[in-house]
């Protein structure tokens, strides 16, 4: 099958809420399409959809590999490194990312939360703080998040 039809369908079954179903379609596909960017990047989504959290690990840690300098794939693989319960691991993983990952607020944010986990209370805190200085709406979240329970915003 055409890789622009199973993506079609495999996108088709996320919009219906069914991930599960579109990580089906993607495994459709050859071992040489499955490892194509666009179709790591939707298998990534379905994972994390599906809270398979160390497939997604894994799969966003290719896209790492495959691209260094794209930020997200940093982002999206501590956070999923995170809900696996190895949060050391995350935040080495985040750290290890580009440079460029310090102008975006949610890195600054992912960051304190794993931090705050660690006991890193006063690293945890500057970075909440700056996250929240670049992007004003991570504050309420900050407040809802189990991550940051504890944490004076």
Known sequence: MEVANVLTAATGWIDLGLADEALVEIESL??????QSGVLELKLYAEMECQFWNAAADTAKRL??????????????AFCIHETGDTHAA??????????????AIFHYN???????????????????????????LEQAAREDRDLKGIDI
């Open 30 to 35: 050859s071992k040489k399409d499955q490892s």
């Open 91 to 104: 935040c080495q993983w985040l750290l290890k990312g580009p440079r460029s990952l310090f102008k975006i």
């Open 64 to 77: 790492c590999l495959r691209d260094p300098k794209d930020p997200s794939y940093f982002i999206h693989a």
């Open 111 to 137: 960051l304190a939360c794993y931090l705050w986990v660690l006991g890193e209370k006063k690293r945890a805190r500057s970075h909440l703080q700056r996250a929240i200085k670049m992007d004003g709406d």
